[in-house]
C-alpha cells in the first residue's frame, strides 16, 4: 500500500486504493473504516494551551478528562466555536459522544480488529484545499496533536481523504456495483438530500435514514435503532454515513464487532452534485468556483505514483 505524508507533516499514513475495499466486500470481510479531519482535531487542540498536558491525558486513557477540557473551553469560547455549534443544546450527549471518539481513536485494537482509523489534518485533499497556510498557528498544532497521537499507542492510520480521491477520478460507483453483484442492503444515514444516491449511484437494496442538520446526537439511540430494524440476517449490509465525527464514532463503536460493514464517507460523495443546482448539500470542497481541479486531480495522480 502506498503511503502519503498529512498535510504539512512528516507523518506518514496509507493511502488504500479502491482495490482494498472491493476485496474484503467481495471476500465479506466486515470493516468500519471511520474517518477524523480537521474539525475534531481543533476542538481538542484549542481546549489545551500545553499539548504536553494532553498527550499525558491521552497516553493514560483519561478520556473523560479530555472531553471535559473541551466542553469546558467551548462553553468558554462560545462566540468561536458557532460553527461547531452541530450539536446545540445536547452537550451531555456530545461528551459521551466525544469520549466515544477518544476511545475509538485510542483502544481500536482492542475494541475490535475491524475498525480503521483514517486522518487527515485539513479535508484530505492535501494543501490543495481545506488547510491554512504552511505556519499557521492551526496547521502546526494539528501537527503536534497528531503527532502524540500517532507516537503513544502503536496504531497504523489511513489518509481519510481517499475516499472524495475515488469521487474525483470516477471510481466510486465500482463501490457500488460491487454491493449490488454481492447483494448487500445499502443503508444510508445522512441529511435528506442523500437520498439522490440511490438513482445516481443505481443502488439496488437502497435505505435512508434521514438525521437532522443540528441536534442530530440527541437522536442518536433512534438512529440506531433504525439501523437494527433494517438488518436483516443472513442478509450482506453495509452502513454508508455522513453524520459528523463524533456520530461516526458512536456507530463504529456500537457495530464493529458485527457482521455490518461501516464506511464513513462525510462529504465524499458530494463531487456528484456539484453540478446540481436543484439540491445541495453542504459539502463546498466540491464547488467548482472553489476548487481548482487540474491541480486537484494532478495532486491525487502524483501521491498515487
Not at 506518514?12 to 468500519?32: A, C, M, Q, R, S
Not at 455549534?85 to 481500536?108: C, P, V
Not at 503513544?152 to 492510520?157: A, C, Q, R, T, W
Not at 457482521?259 to 453540478?275: A, E, T
Request: glycine share 6%; net charge neutral.
Amino acid at each position: 500500500m502506498n503511503k502519503v505524508k498529512l498535510e504539512y507533516s512528516n507523518i506518514e499514513v496509507g493511502l488504500p486504493n479502491i482495490d482494498y475495499f472491493l476485496d474484503k466486500i467481495k471476500n465479506t470481510i466486515p470493516f468500519h473504516f471511520v474517518r477524523i479531519n480537521h474539525g475534531i482535531l481543533d476542538l481538542i487542540h484549542n481546549a489545551y494551551e500545553n499539548l504536553s498536558h494532553f498527550e499525558k491525558d491521552y497516553r493514560y486513557g483519561n478520556y473523560e478528562l479530555i472531553a471535559n477540557r473541551v466542553i469546558e473551553h467551548r462553553n468558554s469560547d462560545e462566540p468561536n466555536y458557532k460553527h461547531y455549534n452541530w450539536h446545540r443544546n445536547h452537550l451531555d450527549e456530545f461528551k459521551s459522544g466525544l469520549i466515544t471518539f477518544l476511545k475509538i481513536l485510542g483502544d481500536y485494537k482492542e475494541i475490535s480488529p475491524k475498525l480503521e482509523i483514517s486522518v487527515s489534518l485539513g479535508v484530505g485533499l492535501g494543501t490543495v484545499w481545506g488547510v491554512w497556510e504552511k505556519g499557521h498557528p492551526y496547521q502546526i498544532k494539528r501537527d503536534k496533536l497528531w503527532n502524540i497521537i500517532d507516537a503513544n499507542k502503536n496504531s497504523e492510520f489511513y489518509y481519510s481523504g481517499v475516499l472524495k480521491h475515488y469521487s474525483v477520478k470516477n471510481e466510486i460507483h465500482k463501490l457500488f456495483d460491487t454491493l449490488n453483484d454481492n447483494e448487500f442492503d445499502v443503508i444510508f444515514v445522512g441529511r435528506r438530500y442523500f437520498h439522490q444516491y440511490e438513482k445516481i449511484y443505481n443502488i439496488k437494496k437502497f435505505h435512508h435514514i434521514e438525521i437532522k442538520e443540528f441536534g442530530a446526537i440527541g437522536h442518536v439511540t433512534e438512529t440506531i435503532e433504525s439501523i437494527k430494524k433494517i438488518i436483516k440476517t443472513p442478509s450482506k449490509t453495509i452502513l454508508i454515513y455522513c453524520t459528523g465525527h463524533v456520530i461516526s464514532a458512536i456507530l463504529a463503536n456500537e457495530f464493529s464487532n458485527t457482521d455490518l460493514f461501516g464506511l464513513d464517507v462525510g462529504l465524499s460523495l458530494d463531487w456528484k452534485l456539484r453540478d446540481n443546482t436543484n439540491e445541495k448539500s453542504n459539502g463546498v470542497w466540491m464547488e467548482r468556483r472553489r476548487i481548482n481541479e487540474v491541480e486537484l486531480n494532478n495532486y491525487i495522480d502524483n501521491i498515487r505514483r
